[in-house]
């Protein structure tokens, strides 16, 4: 289960366990896995907060009395009570004197960070931002308690010293911020500890793997025909830019897609026709672009466009038709971002479901933000323009991030830097189209499309080079997944 911290907060109250109680659960269950890491001989240095977080240390501390282990009180003495409690219970020799830390943190072996948890929130003081820096420049192993301390639960935000740990043990749930671990780089390895309390409440983020895929991907019928699941139309592509919309039907073919609508100017065509056989094309001038969209739109029940549109003729006038008339979700990408430049006003009279799928240069510009604002807060910037234009936003990154206009949240563990090359957005605009157009639940299929694009990478590379990704040869990736499930 993935939960932000407000939902932890009420998962504690509702549990039943007092304060010390809960703060005895997590000490003992996060000390069971630590010696599960640690040698007898190693040193051990346990850093506490003033907090409950640092209450659970000393708790750790406790359980951990058979080693060589010292505790430093980061802020102070312990201000919360049930943390007191938990400091009284050690020996207070193995408390360090400010002036002792510094001896013993070149000793330490391993340090344990429990100064900050789920509760921290912005950027750190100066003499902490100290202290955690020497730390992660102590070349010890560092444990790091549910949370990283200087980094935000709920968000990929992070204090540029943040504690940098080796294993963070997720206290009873996931938080976002185990999940965007490729984008924080906070942490090697999370692990998660089962403190035994009942998950009686919802999580507002999704999760995908490949059950959950196959459990909601629609499988052909015995009696279904080429138009059973729907029809898919992809518009874009320009002079220069074929391979854009051809790696649009690339994405909607590996989906198995049964009925593909291509609409292109009609001087691609040839080069695209020559690569795919099976789409039915739309070839359009500069003067038939609205009548030939105004055909084939009405058949269609999902829609992707702008990929490779940047010179295509009458483009404005063609994403603002297939906006205000399309029946199905819009898949908008690449020059259809770039259109939504200082021009979002027009997402506002859209309905029909929108999805926008920008990388952070795109979407930094469309906020009109610099980019490094952007990187430092991608999923509260997300969360808010999915709210304030009623669109699904996939924000592409090493861990993709999906926000939902009803605050749904789903962040992507599947992929890797294989994807990390043109042309791989196109092909998850293809794939994305293919599975809207054959799956009701939006959200739902635009977690599937996600979670896919960067499984079907993995497989890629049991047998091709990370450097080298052939993501053209997706649809055969996908071949061996579908036989796999009997598809």
């Known amino acids: 289960m993935i939960i932000d911290s407000k939902g932890m907060k009420e998962i504690e109250k509702l549990s039943g366990f007092s304060v010390y109680e809960l703060m005895q659960n997590a000490g003992k269950a996060s000390a069971a896995e630590i010696k599960k ?17 640092g209450g659970d240390g000393y708790v750790i501390a406790k359980e951990l009395s058979g080693y060589a282990c010292k505790v430093y009180q980061a802020e102070g003495k312990p201000l919360t009570e049930a943390a007191m409690q938990a400091c009284e219970e050690l020996d207070s020799g193995i408390i360090l004197k400010p002036r002792e830390f510094a001896r013993e943190l070149k000793k330490a072996d391993i ?87 009942p ?11 490949e059950e959950l895929f196959f459990r909601n991907f629609p499988a052909k019928k015995e009696n279904a025909h080429k138009g059973t699941q729907g029809k898919m139309l992809l518009a874009g592509g320009s002079y220069g830019m074929a391979g854009a919309i051809s790696l649009n039907i690339t994405g909607a073919k590996t989906v198995g897609a049964s009925y593909i609508h291509a609409a292109l100017p009609h001087e691609i065509y040839p080069i695209v026709a020559s690569r795919h056989i099976t789409p039915v094309f739309h070839p359009f001038a500069e003067h038939t672009v609205i009548p030939v969209l105004e055909s084939v739109l009405p058949e269609a029940s999902a829609v992707g466009f702008g990929s490779g549109a940047v010179f295509m003729p009458r483009k404005s006038e063609a994403m603002d038709y297939i906006l205000q008339n399309s029946r199905g979700p819009v898949v908008l990408d690449a020059e259809a971002l770039r259109m939504l430049v200082h021009n979002m006003y027009i997402l506002r009279f859209v309905r029909v479901p929108v999805i926008i799928t920008p990388h ?65 957005g196109d092909l998850l605009t293809g794939i994305m189209t293919g ?9 739902t299929a635009v977690c599937m499309s996600v979670w896919l694009h960067g499984y079907l990478a993995e497989i890629g590379t049991e047998e091709h080079a990370i450097q080298n990704f052939p993501i053209e040869q997706f649809p055969e990736f996908m071949d061996k997944l579908f036989k796999k499930h009997g598809m």
């Open 111 to 197: 340090i344990v960070d429990a100064v900050y948890g789920f509760g921290f929130h912005g950027e750190l003081k100066s003499k902490i931002k100290s202290l955690f820096r020497r730390i992660n420049e102590s070349g010890a192993r560092v444990f790091s308690i549910d949370i990283n301390s200087g980094c935000e639960a709920d968000t990929d935000h992070h204090d540029s010293d943040a504690i940098i740990s080796e294993v963070t043990f997720a206290l009873d749930c996931w938080k976002p911020f185990h999940m965007l671990r490729k984008e924080h780089e906070c942490f090697r390895e999370a692990v998660l500890v089962d403190l035994g309390l």
């Open 360 to 424: 952070v240069g795109e979407f930094a510009e469309i906020l009109n933000i610099p980019t490094s604002v952007l990187m430092d807060r991608k999923v509260e910037y997300a969360a808010k323009f999915a709210k304030d234009y009623n669109v699904i936003v996939v924000l592409k990154g090493a861990n993709t991030i999906v926000a939902a206009p009803n605050g749904e949240m789903y962040f992507n563990q599947s992929g890797s830097q294989a994807l990390a090359q043109a042309g791989s």
């Open 199 to 209: 998950h009686t409440i919802s999580s507002s983020c999704r999760e995908m793997n």
């Open 37 to 53: 890491r640690i040698r007898p001989e190693d040193r051990i240095l346990i850093v506490a907060g003033k907090g409950n977080n």
């Open 435 to 443: 599975i809207l157009s054959m799956t009701k639940d939006v959200m």
